[in-house]
């Protein structure tokens, strides 16, 4: 069974940094794109970034240069770095999978999401 | 970058009845659309792919439709259960941007 658990969520404040992790199981972690995915409350879903198999990464322009995403094969675990954090960035966050390995999938799994909440 | 562009913003019907939602796309995505429900404090849950395949498990009532920049979720008989908000997203290329979703809510 495919299982996706997010951790490191909490309260920083403005211009702080915070790495938020995503624990996977059930599946072949090496050979899936990762993505992440955030939800302000009472919002709709944003994706925010994405590390490919090959370590390739993509972000949102609204947080290009501010996240990194990385990830470690050999602990099926996958890492939203956030730093220059403001009130915008306050949501829940979630890392999700692909509905099969390979490029351009839609997403098949959720992590049940960890809150990140920005504030001073 | 791609927008996506959904309507309505909700709507509400009764048991039974045949809803519509749209999305459309600021350019040409061929048939990467995919649709999700979210219940209300749940995770999303993917229900289409490939604008018209059903996933796995999810019921008949859910179809969908549209290539190129227009595409439809319909849900042929509404029920009670379906509560939601809708999102559409398109996964080819970057950014994954999702439709600012569509409120279903029971009359």
């Known amino acids: 069974e495919v299982q996706l658990v997010e951790s490191g969520g909490g309260l920083v404040q403005p211009g702080g940094s915070l790495r938020v992790s995503c624990a996977a199981s059930?599946?072949?972690?090496?050979?899936?794109?990762m993505h992440w995915v955030r939800q302000a409350a009472g919002k709709g879903l944003e994706w925010v970034a994405a590390i490919g198999s090959a370590g390739d990464t993509y972000y949102l322009g609204s947080v290009k240069g501010r996240f990194s995403v990385s990830r470690e094969n050999a602990k099926a675990s996958g890492y939203l770095q956030m730093n220059s954090l403001t009130a915008g960035d306050t949501a829940v966050y979630y890392c999700?999978?692909?509905?099969?390995?390979?490029?351009?999938?839609?997403?098949?799994?959720w992590g049940q999401g960890t809150l990140v909440t920005v504030s001073s | 970058d791609i927008q996506m562009t959904q309507s309505p913003s909700s709507l509400s019907a009764s048991v039974g009845d045949r809803v519509t939602i749209t999305c459309r796309a600021s350019?040409?995505?061929?048939?990467?659309l995919a649709w999700y429900q979210q219940k209300p404090g749940k995770v999303p849950k993917l229900l289409i792919y490939a604008a018209s395949t059903l996933q796995s498990g999810v019921p008949s009532r859910f179809s969908g439709s549209g290539s190129g920049t227009d595409f439809t979720l319909t849900i042929s008989y509404l029920q009670p259960e379906d509560v939601a908000t809708y999102y559409c997203?398109?996964?080819?290329?970057?950014?994954?941007?999702f439709g600012q979703g569509t409120k279903v809510e029971i009359k």
């Open positions: 350019q040409g995505i061929t048939n990467y």
């Open positions: 997203q398109k996964y080819n290329g970057s950014p994954r941007t």
């Open positions: 999700a999978r692909g509905r099969g390995d390979g490029v351009n999938r839609p997403f098949e799994y």
């Open positions: 059930g599946y072949t972690f090496s050979n899936y794109d």
